[in-house]
């Protein structure tokens, strides 16, 4: 998995050599998130006899575990960011819902959006507040389907 520095290079799978680093790097930096949930940035040291270091933002840490976790099981990763505003597709993509459904939760005002031109636009954030608030919709009514079953003896 060396870097080429090619951004058009196909990924490449890991040695096994760099799965084990990978394996005991991610079981450290697990820990370290585990013991430290605060959110703070960790120091990478890039050359110790000169003391070069770089700040690992809080924000990046739980996508380098998921980076190391991957590569210690022999997987490449791919990264795709996700941007500020979303399309619809990419929208539906996260809420793992179709295209045509998206649509209908945007025309009912479920979500906010602006156009831009002809497209729709999607903040980040308020998609994912809607996800939130639709999870908890949902368990609140999981929760009362639970009741009423151990209440009619269903469920136990």
Do not use: C, W
């Not at 590569?71 to 996260?94: C, F, M, R, W």
Request: negative net charge; hydrophobic residues 35%; aromatic residues 6%.
């Amino acid at each position: 998995m060396t870097f080429t520095g090619d951004p058009n290079s196909a990924p490449v799978l890991p040695t096994a050599a760099e799965a084990a680093v990978a394996k005991t790097s991610s079981r450290a930096l697990e820990s370290h998130l585990e013991n430290h949930p605060s959110g703070e940035s960790l120091k990478l040291i890039l050359d110790e006899k000169e003391g070069k270091t770089i700040d690992i933002p809080a924000a990046a840490l739980p996508l380098l575990l998921a980076i190391l976790q991957q590569t210690s099981s022999g997987n490449t990763v791919k990264l795709t960011p996700i941007t500020k505003e979303l399309h619809i597709y990419q929208a539906a993509d996260i809420l793992g819902v179709s295209d045509k459904y998206m649509r209908e939760l945007l025309d009912a005002g479920k979500i906010p959006y602006k156009t831009v031109r002809n497209s729709r636009r999607i903040r980040y954030e308020d998609l994912m507040d809607y996800k939130k608030q639709s999870y908890k919709e949902s368990s609140k009514i999981m929760d009362m389907l639970v009741a009423e079953s151990e209440a009619l003896g269903l469920y136990h």
